[in-house]
């Protein structure tokens, strides 16, 4: 069996999550010209946190759909709603709903 490098994996983890931070800006910039090549940065950015066992910063979570992985800009093709201490997105592509509560993470600032 092969030996884990950890410093190898530490490098390649720091380098994965500056091309994920490289790749959702592309995405955000190109969106309006070209909406099929921002989803497919998305996808090999997903794709990116797969190969290295990451998994996606919380910031881009939101920024694509979580069932047809298409990338999101909310008033364009998709809707934000604040209901019963969640944000819910709703895809406009696939009619998903994406439902993430906010009480649980205010609950944690008012401990520390
Ligand atoms: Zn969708």
Redesign the pocket.
Known sequence: MAKRNVKQEKVNKKIASERIDELFLQADNIFKEDSSLSDRYVEIARKICMKLNLSMPRVYKRRY?S??Y?FLVPGVNCRIRLTQKKVVYH?N??K?YMRIPYWKKKEKIVKK
Do not use: A, L, P, R
């Open positions: 759909c069932t047809c298409k895809c592509n696939c998903n």
